[in-house]
């Protein structure tokens, strides 16, 4: 059985005090209380016949409610619960003003009762050394790949 595909677009800016990422707080339930470890790279799944860079663009935008930047440079994939291809884009978002699609889970758990919740219901820049705490760990590569990029 084929690995389970999700792609993603990793949005960088550079600051005077050096590059800043932006990455999506996961919404939910689950992820409320949590901040250290409870972020990502605005990804989601993706048939594995579809192009993947155009699932990309596709999910940053229902994510953050905005177009993924022209030009994208692929930072290659990492294979953990599922394969995650993401690629960096260098623009300038307002973090604040980000919209996500919902999805909806039965909450509280067994009550019966259906809720929606934002895919990311909040974004941040961070710098590259806070991003490595606040990232998911299995996304740490795609932070170093991106440093290695824009240091090449």
Do not use: C
């Not at 989601?44 to 229902?62: K, L, S, V």
């Not at 895919?119 to 440093?147: C, G, H, N, S, Y």
Request: charged share 25%; glycine share 10%.
């Amino acid at each position: 059985m084929p690995p389970v595909r999700s792609s993603g677009v990793l949005l960088y800016r550079r600051t005077d005090t050096g590059v800043e990422v932006l990455l999506g707080h996961m919404g939910g339930p689950f992820w409320a209380k949590k901040d250290d470890g409870a972020w990502s790279v605005p990804k989601g799944e993706h048939h594995p016949d579809e192009d993947a860079e155009a699932a990309a663009r596709r999910e940053f935008a229902e994510e953050l409610g905005s177009p993924a930047p022209a030009q994208l440079h692929p930072l290659g994939e990492v294979k953990g619960r599922k394969l995650l291809a993401v690629w960096a884009g260098e623009g300038n978002l307002d973090a604040d003003a980000v919209t996500s699609n919902t999805f909806e889970i039965e909450w509280p758990p067994r009550s019966g009762r259906l809720q929606q919740f934002p895919e990311i219901d909040r974004a941040a820049w961070f710098d590259l050394d806070t991003a490595r705490t606040k990232v998911v760990k299995a996304q740490l590569p795609f932070l170093d790949r991106l440093a290695a990029h824009l240091a090449g």
